[in-house]
């Protein structure tokens, strides 16, 4: 197997070399724009309406090209399916293009890592290298248009003509993201999903992985290749750095150019330019940057497919040895390391240290942590890392979200009101919350059915995470460890890792909850009826008349459970529909939002 994978790359490296002396014996044809590189999935896996898609994309594109001659794009082509090869090499003539995909048959497997091999050497050839425009260095970028299911690319003829569907395996959905980051270091890969049911977490890991790549939809086809259109006027802005100011932006559009009018998908193009000025770089500043960060681990970078995405909220897993670093609450996966199999979590008390999940050099099969599906708690903060959000009331970055009321995780909040967020489609980008009164975000609640859904999407579409194993080895690990039964994990309680943060109130009686908080899930109420008794501790809550009432004995020792740990915790103990926050001493009925006291009785004694 691993034979067949090397002489398979080397097959499809040699073929790429050749085609790329192919494509700079016809230079004479090429265009003196930007290069594309279009990937275009004409395999059965996509049927007859996703083929539709494809070509009603693809053509979009072209037709809008031709409206800006002055840009003059080069178009090559790639197909992969019942043939994998180059069908154009770079052209200007996007008729003749759109026609030559008449000739094209569909169906056939789909090894669409064969087809990113293809490009390889066409896209570092020393005649396409960056075009620039302006001071934006536009480099050499892949199209892809696909479902996202690859399959076996080692027959490597050239032709699979096969016309039964072939499901992908994890093999090769692997070798097509090591191979597609791999290009994705230099050059942006935009993703355009078709068919029944596309790979989005491939896709979105793929474009996400890329130098300024991203998700798009068919509908935004057409709006998409006016990209290069829309650098083209931002190059003529005096913005020598990432400029995130859409007001300063938009006056200097105006001065610049009083009498033209932008669409509002414009404005949105050039303003996202602006913001991202630092991919437009020379390759040779790109490498040095690459260089000089080597000795430094960065946050916020997601390195590998199989390892939990930024922002998967995450808690103690069955091999966790770390004492309560995690306070034992939840934590956010804010970054990959470059060794393989570790994670780096900031945890919901502010501390970060880095995780196994899988396999590292040094070992195997190895999970501190595990995916959960348990939200971000705020006490005292308007925002934190783990919160769920959406576009707010200042929101002015057009679909950089990936549309009006997608979620997306916060990774970072700085001090200066800046939050960092990691939208569904996997782009990443800074936005303001709370300075000078500008909201760019609003906090959703995380236990709308819509965050919900979310949160259990997030752990059910994980790619690669072997959570069930894992969770069910956790649980039975875990009860050995709240038994004490576990020499390994036989701990005492620390105190908490404090962390010296900015706090910013939140308004009165507005307070989320955590669906999970127990480790091993219980009944809310394990009796017949309530059963009261004498209790050291004793949690009490008023009801409507001021009376005090206890809590069961069962909920009460396991709301002094969570208590012992940390009184001073945002920890939150389900009852049916009523949520208990001793943070804030509050009682909060889920379903009325009605907020009720509790307090501690030390020496309670029942009735």
Not at 502 to 510: D, Q
Not at 525 to 540: L, R
Not at 542 to 548: A, L, Q, R, S
Not at 559 to 564: F, G, L, M, P, T
Request: charge should be negative; aromatic fraction near 10%.
């Amino acid at each position: 197997m691993a034979q067949d994978l090397i002489h398979a790359e080397q097959y499809w490296k040699t073929q790429a070399a050749i085609e790329a002396e192919k494509n700079f014996g016809q230079i004479y044809q090429h265009g003196r724009g930007p290069c594309n590189i279009f990937i275009l999935d004409t395999s059965l896996s996509l049927g007859e309406e996703g083929f539709g898609q494809l070509k009603g994309a693809f053509f979009a594109i072209l037709d809008e090209y031709a409206k800006h001659p002055e840009i003059d794009e080069n178009v090559a082509v790639i197909i992969c399916g019942r043939h994998t090869k180059f069908h154009r090499y770079y052209s200007n003539q996007y008729e003749d293009i759109k026609h030559s995909l008449d000739n094209v048959e569909f169906g056939g497997s789909s090894p669409l890592t064969a087809a990113f091999l293809l490009s390889i050497e066409t896209l570092g050839c020393k005649a396409e290298q960056s075009h620039r425009i302006g001071d934006f260095h536009v480099h050499p970028r892949i199209i892809f248009i696909s479902d996202g299911k690859p399959t076996d690319f080692t027959d490597f003829t050239g032709s699979y003509t096969e016309d039964r569907p072939q499901c992908e395996t994890e093999r090769d959905v692997d070798h097509l993201l090591q191979v597609t980051r791999s290009i994705g270091k230099k050059n942006p890969i935009f993703c355009i999903p078709v068919g029944r049911n596309p790979n989005m977490t491939s896709l979105e890991f793929i474009s996400a992985q890329s130098r300024g790549g991203k998700i798009v939809c068919v509908s935004e086809a057409r709006q998409f290749a006016k990209y290069s259109h829309n650098i083209e006027t931002a190059s003529m802005l005096s913005f020598k750095y990432d400029n995130n100011d859409r007001e300063r932006i938009l006056t200097s559009l105006a001065c610049k150019f009083p009498e033209r009018v932008f669409t509002e998908m414009d404005l949105n193009d050039i303003i996202e330019i602006c913001s991202r000025k630092s991919l437009y770089l020379p390759v040779s500043e790109q490498e040095d940057e690459e260089e000089e960060d080597d000795d430094v681990e960065k946050l916020f970078v997601e390195r590998y497919p199989q390892l939990p995405r930024l922002g998967s909220r995450v808690k103690r897993g069955r091999d966790w040895i770390y004492d309560n670093r995690d306070n034992y609450g939840p934590g956010t996966v804010v970054g990959h390391l470059r060794e393989e199999g570790w994670v780096i979590v900031e945890w919901d008390t502010g501390f970060k240290f880095h995780y196994r999940f899988g396999s590292t050099q040094k070992f195997s099969n190895k999970y501190d942590i595990q995916l959960c599906n348990e939200p971000r708690i705020l006490g005292k903060e308007l925002i934190a890392t783990g919160c769920l959000v959406t576009r707010g009331k200042d929101w002015a970055w057009g679909n950089q979200d990936g549309g009006a009321g997608n979620i997306g995780t916060v990774l970072s909040v700085e001090g200066s009101g800046q939050v960092l967020v990691r939208w569904q489609h996997g782009l990443t980008n800074m936005y303001t919350f709370g300075t000078n009164g500008r909201f760019e975000l609003d906090v959703s609640d995380p236990f709308s059915p819509k965050a919900v859904k979310f949160l259990e999407d997030q752990m059910r579409n994980a790619p690669l995470d072997s959570v069930g194993e894992v969770q069910a080895d956790y649980n039975d690990g875990f009860k050995n460890i709240s038994d004490g039964t576990s020499a390994k994990r036989d701990m005492e309680f620390e105190k908490p890792v404090s962390v010296n943060r900015s706090i910013l109130h939140v308004t009165r009686g507005k307070y989320f909850k955590n669906n999970s908080v127990v480790e091993k899930p219980t009944s809310d109420i394990e009796t017949d009826g309530p059963s009261f008794s004498f209790a050291v501790n004793q949690w009490c809550w008023k009801d409507c008349e001021g009376n005090w009432n206890p809590y069961s004995r069962e909920v009460n020792e396991r709301i002094n459970k969570c208590y012992k740990r940390d009184p001073k915790s945002t920890v939150i103990v389900n009852i049916q529909d009523q949520s208990v926050v001793m943070a804030k001493n509050r009682q909060i009925n889920q379903t009325t939002r009605d907020i009720s006291e509790i307090k501690l009785v030390t020496n309670w004694s029942s009735p």
